[in-house]
């Protein structure tokens, strides 16, 4: 054998060895983060079985919780010490499981802090480090919120057991989703309206004892399709169907939030939320075509409803269509995408946002005797 083919083998071989050692240390931290994740789920065992026999602890008000502490899980000998868990000497952790209450759902979250060897993540925070721009496309920072811009966006999630859109995270950390795909029809409203001497009224919500029709439709949605377990995710949120003009060029929901209703757990998509999803900067106002460029929102194929009126007549309302907005009477029915708010405390398991690999959340939950 000559000493060039020698030398060639050498390489190959040498090669082939540092091969095997990277697949080795990459096996290694994969499963390294897998055995956190498991750790985690146990921690989340352990406060269910805590708080089943100590239900006086639970949060029994909205949006109340509760916490459970690693340490005392640990001092109640009801979870392996972390440092025999993973048989790591210099392993320093910190962790917990909150419940909170939501809807009358309890939703466990873990937190899980162990320095430079892990640290669990919430959705909220995976988004931001992901995503955040400040020009092209992607996440913006806009006031106290996260918007997400243009058409080329990794804003996808699994939720529900099927996928949504994140529009946004909202000033107090809470996630907005849409819903991608639907196969539910509403009328937006078909009661009498008086001043017109015909019926189809776009007030969406007068008092408890005068919802529109699509406030029902959508409430009607949530019960039968929403399943216990994602109820538990959600987070209520505040319904503004404030009424606008063609020509108004407000983007920040001040048109629209001028009529509200608190605590509503479903509602639909605002024309603001969607003028503001475009980066074109020739998007000015609903008249403006250009918003229907470079906007996700738009680039969805249903024709669906929004929830704001059009104030030019008491008749109206604003829709999206694959052209962008345009005006319909309220006595139409359509194909009604509903807009959700998740608690910011969902933690993150894994996904990239795409299409293809959406973000998947994992949180326990569990309904309120």
Not at 107 to 118: I, S
Not at 283 to 299: E, G, Q, T
Request: glycine residues 4%; contains cysteine; aromatic residues 10%.
């Amino acid at each position: 054998m000559s000493d060039q083919l020698k030398k060639i083998m050498i390489g190959v071989s040498a090669g082939f060895v540092l091969i095997i050692v990277i697949l080795f240390i990459a096996s290694s931290c994969q499963q390294q983060i897998k055995d956190f994740n498991s750790y985690e789920k146990e921690m989340i065992k352990v406060a269910k079985l805590h708080f089943k026999s100590h239900e006086d602890e639970l949060p029994t008000e909205d949006k109340q919780t509760s916490e459970y502490t690693l340490k005392e899980m640990i001092e109640n000998k009801e979870i392996t010490d972390y440092v025999k868990a993973f048989k790591d000497e210099s392993l320093k952790c910190e962790g917990s499981v909150t419940v909170t209450n939501n809807n009358g759902y309890q939703l466990y979250t873990t937190e899980l802090d162990c320095g430079e060897k892990y640290a669990s993540k919430t959705l909220r925070e995976k988004i931001i480090e992901d995503n955040l721009v400040e020009s092209g496309q992607g996440l913006y920072e806009v006031g106290n919120e996260y918007v997400f811009k243009g058409n080329r966006i990794n804003n996808y999630v699994t939720f529900n057991g099927e996928t949504y859109r994140i529009i946004s995270i909202a000033e107090n950390g809470n996630l907005n989703l849409l819903q991608e795909k639907t196969e539910n029809n509403c009328t937006w409203d078909n009661h009498y309206n008086t001043e017109l001497n015909q019926y189809g009224l776009n007030i969406y919500y007068q008092e408890p004892e005068k919802p529109s029709t699509i406030n029902e439709c959508i409430k009607k949605i949530y019960k039968k399709d929403i399943t216990d377990e994602s109820k538990a995710y959600i987070a209520t949120q505040t319904s503004c169907f404030g009424a606008r003009s063609k020509d108004d060029i407000t983007k920040d929901g001040s048109s629209e939030c001028s009529a509200y209703k608190e605590n509503e757990p479903v509602s639909l998509l605002a024309a603001y939320e969607y003028i503001r999803a475009s980066i074109d900067d020739n998007c000015i106002n609903i008249a403006s075509k250009s918003c229907a460029n470079y906007n996700w929102i738009k680039d969805n194929k249903n024709i669906t409803f929004l929830i704001t009126p059009d104030n030019s007549r008491s008749d109206f309302v604003y829709y999206k269509s694959s052209n962008g907005l345009s005006t319909t009477t309220v006595t139409n029915t359509m194909y009604t995408l509903i807009k959700v708010q998740i608690d910011r405390k969902v933690n993150y398991t894994k996904g990239s946002g795409t299409q293809e690999d959406p973000y998947i959340i994992t949180t326990e939950a569990m309904k309120k005797k």
